[in-house]
């Protein structure tokens, strides 16, 4: 039996957020299509002999100990397996938090997951995901693993058969956005309803097509800066740039290695304070 486990829990960008409704539970229904990228957290999962559940961040803004989304997925199998054993879980934070990057939703997933092969506890992938999304709106598409789309609060899952491999770029100019704070604002003003999405996109310039975020309505206007780093990074190079989720961090998708790079370096090096990189669809 394996006595740690240590595994990286990636970052995710939404190529399309569509609202479409409020729900009496307070939760609104979406569609999205999510796409996860390779900027990753990562986490170590081991047994121990002193009982309970650890959680250590050190990261700003991350809550060690029963407030951490990973303390809670922690939890959930433990009680579920009704395993006596004590679990520490240490994460090492790379994905920017409150970013609409969804790093603490793949932490989650990423611990259930791993305890799941840990102790050896052989659920499958659809009881993980039920758990996960009394946890977490997005926790069940990190454990997919495909790019998706997602409907209902994010839990109806359906793959997309084809789509390009890209380079994108993130930028987040580091003022925070409250997830909550963008959904007490939004108005919802759609009338017609939804054009039906493709199921798959055989090309950049389709993709790019369907790019698009209701939640821009809210923050752009509260903060100008997330168009300003949209319009840099077309200005850059980008063939389409979009908030990710419920913002302040905009991606901007490019075909070349080499001009995703450059263009995070170029904004990297005009504004020291925010943070920018290049890195690839998974
Ligand atoms: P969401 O849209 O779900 O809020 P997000 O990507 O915008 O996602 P996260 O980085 O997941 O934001 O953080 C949201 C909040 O959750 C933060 O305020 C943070 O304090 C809290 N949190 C709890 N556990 C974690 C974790 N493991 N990683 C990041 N944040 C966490």
Known sequence: MLHSVTLQAPAKVNYRLDVVGRRPDGYHDLRMIMQQVNLCDEITISRSVTPGIRVSCGAAHVPDGEENIAWKAARALLELSGADTGIEVHITKRIPVAAGLGGGSSDCATVLQG?????????????????????????????????????GIGELLTPLAAIPSLWVVLVNPNVPVSTAWVYRNLQLTRKEPLAKLPDSFDDVAALCA???????????????????????????GAAAAMMSGSGPTVFGLFVEEAAARAAADAIGHQQPGWFAVAVETL
């Open 115 to 151: 305890l799941n092969d840990l102790l050896e506890l052989g659920l499958s992938r659809e009881r993980l995901m039920e758990i996960g999304v009394r946890l977490g709106a997005d926790v069940p598409f990190f454990l997919f693993g495909t790019t998706a789309r997602a409907e």
């Open 210 to 236: 369907v790019l698009s975020n209701d939640l821009e309505s809210v923050t752009i206007p509260a903060f100008p800066v997330i168009g300003e780093i949209k319009e840099l990074l077309r200005s850059l």
